[in-house]
């Protein structure tokens, strides 16, 4: 697992880009509520022992995964821009080889055992959450994503995707193209870019949830 000294640094190099929203209900009248997507039919059938924010590494395990070493980060919003604690961020995506942690995917001999396929983190007072993955690849018909799932209090608020911005395979995946408005779809797709320093070529990307409604005290 990710040491918090780690966490702490890592996300101080990402200061700037969160400063729209540094205070609450900030610039509330711009944010676009983060549209629905399908859970699709790959979350873990059977979850990892590991279900940390660590998905590069399982357990105790020295050998890490295969793949684009990226730093997931973002917090979770409410319509007003104001950050939501306590929320239960889970997360799953293909490995670097493009197989899922399910026991139905299509590519199960190609599937990487050191990735942990799976991973969640509950929010602190300032909405925050942080996974250490891999950039996704293409799964057979689809486009490279995350699956992301946000609850709060034992229920369910939200259920979406991530795509990286840029990516060509996006035109093409019927899914990321059934969101029409233009500012929805732009509030799923992702920058992956570089970490300046990073001599292993590592990613950081931020994707900010904004869900349509505050979960009751």
């Not at 059934?178 to 992702?190: E, F, G, L, M, Y």
Request: proline share 6%; charged share 25%; aromatic share 10%.
């Amino acid at each position: 697992m990710i040491s918090y000294r780690c966490r702490r640094a890592f996300l101080g190099t990402l200061s700037v880009g969160a400063m729209a929203f540094t205070a609450p209900g900030a610039f509330a009248e711009e944010l676009t509520k983060t549209p629905k997507q399908t859970e699709g039919p790959f979350y873990p059938d059977k979850l990892p022992l590991d279900t940390d924010n660590d998905l590069l590494v399982v357990n105790d395990g020295l050998t890490s995964s295969v793949g684009t070493v990226t730093h997931l980060t973002g917090r979770i919003l409410d319509a007003k821009g104001d950050p939501i604690k306590n929320a239960l961020v889970e997360i799953w995506q293909v490995d670097g080889n493009g197989a899922y942690l399910h026991s139905e995917t299509s590519n199960a001999d190609k599937r990487d055992k050191n990735f942990q396929g799976y991973g969640r983190f509950t929010t602190g007072s300032n909405g925050e959450y942080y996974f250490r993955t891999v950039k996704p690849v293409a799964y057979p018909g689809r486009t490279p994503h995350i699956h992301y799932k946000i609850g709060s209090k034992g229920k369910a608020l939200l259920t979406t995707q991530c795509y990286i911005k840029g990516d060509p395979g996006n035109n093409r995946d019927v899914i990321y193209r059934s969101i029409r408005d233009p500012k929805a779809r732009d509030a799923i797709t992702v920058d992956f870019a570089p970490v300046k320093g990073s001599k292993i070529g590592e990613l950081a990307a931020r994707f900010d949830v904004v869900l349509g409604l505050t979960p009751k005290a």
